[in-house]
């Protein structure tokens, strides 16, 4: 039966869809929010009291069989992004799924080939794409502002206690069993995905990586490169044990005539250097900054416009931070 109407269930309303998510579902035509899921049967009834949502639940079993819901947001920690999702799908549900789509490049095609198997629809939430702020850095990319693009040098580095990511009450990022591999693998997707999204496939990847505080389990100190078919070549840092006053988060984007630098997580400045003009562009984030991204997935699951983030971009991510943290193979 075609839909009119995108009727969501969220599981997972933890801290990161107060307002970054959760609300956007209501605020989008054609979408409409009809149901929570927390373990914690009391947050999950206080998240549907304080956001208006007619039903809770504290099992997903129920939520993904509740006859009302045709589409399933998938906000859990990545451990469960699989099983989540494929049972999602198998129940005639399309999924909209956090990143990391998986804990490991297999997981993330078995969630695939089950989409393609049932037919129901799976996109992946690297939301910048839609965002209007880096939809102007594409813009100007492929507009030719600062010619044509030879080099991206990336750098994230968190110092002290001045954290970049959100802050959630359980601190699972920093759990590999959980998260898959630390901050990096919460930060990383969101800007390789959008490095593909403007620059195309990959040819090669190579990277290290290291802990040097050996009691957290995971890597906080990676270095990456990529080279696009196109050949452009792209150096990425990723530190998160400093003790600097303040956070180092910036992005530049050297072409042929100039060169562009912007921020990934919280800043509003677009900074053009190039022999046709010197500027800084200011474009503010949107309130519920995943909003723009929700729009394109609720036209793509009433077939209204395409898949605005597919498993094979989810599927691609994973095998470059794999390579980079030297668990893939080359």
């Not at 993904?64 to 005639?92: F, W």
């Not at 549900?93 to 037919?119: F, H, I, Q, R, W």
């Not at 030879?150 to 959100?166: D, K, P």
């Not at 990277?207 to 990456?224: M, P």
Request: proline share 4%; charged share 20%; net charge neutral.
């Amino acid at each position: 039966m075609e839909k009119n109407t995108i009727k969501w269930g969220i599981i997972g309303c933890g801290d990161v869809t107060e307002v970054k998510s959760g609300p956007a579902f209501k605020k989008v035509a054609h979408s409409s929010l009809l149901a929570v899921m927390r373990r914690n049967a009391e947050k999950a009834a206080d998240y549907a009291q304080r956001h208006q949502v007619g039903k809770w639940y504290a099992d997903a079993d129920q939520l993904i069989n509740d006859p009302e819901i045709n589409a399933i947001y998938i906000a859990t920690p990545p451990s469960s992004h699989e099983k989540l999702t494929i049972r999602a799908l198998r129940a005639g549900k399309d999924v909209y799924v956090e990143k990391p789509m998986a804990l490991s490049v297999a997981g993330c095609a078995n969630m695939n080939a089950v989409a393609d198997e049932t037919g129901n629809k799976l996109v992946i939430a690297h939301y910048r794409r839609a965002m209007p702020y880096f939809e102007k850095v594409r813009t100007l990319i492929n507009n030719g502002a600062i010619g044509k693009v030879n080099l991206i040098n990336l750098q994230v580095i968190q110092g002290g206690n001045h954290t970049i990511i959100a802050q959630t009450t359980e601190n699972w990022r920093t759990n590999p069993e959980i998260s898959g591999g630390g901050l990096f693998h919460d930060l990383a997707p969101h800007q390789l995905d959008f490095m593909i999204y403007l620059f195309g496939d990959v040819k090669a990847a190579v990277g290290l990586a290291t802990s040097k505080k050996k009691e957290s389990g995971t890597d906080d100190l990676i270095c990456g490169q990529l080279l696009f078919e196109n050949n452009i070549m792209f150096n990425g840092i990723w530190s998160f044990n400093n003790l600097l006053p303040e956070n180092i988060d910036t992005c530049e984007i050297i072409g042929t005539e100039g060169k562009i630098n912007f921020n990934f997580f919280g800043g509003t400045s677009i900074k053009i250097d190039s022999i046709h003009e010197d500027r800084i562009i200011e474009i503010a984030h949107p309130q519920h900054v995943q909003q723009p991204m929700i729009e394109r997935v609720v036209a793509y699951f009433l077939n209204k416009g395409p898949n605005p983030c597919g498993a094979e971009y989810g599927i691609e991510v994973l095998r470059i931070i794999d390579l980079f943290t030297a668990k893939g193979s080359k």
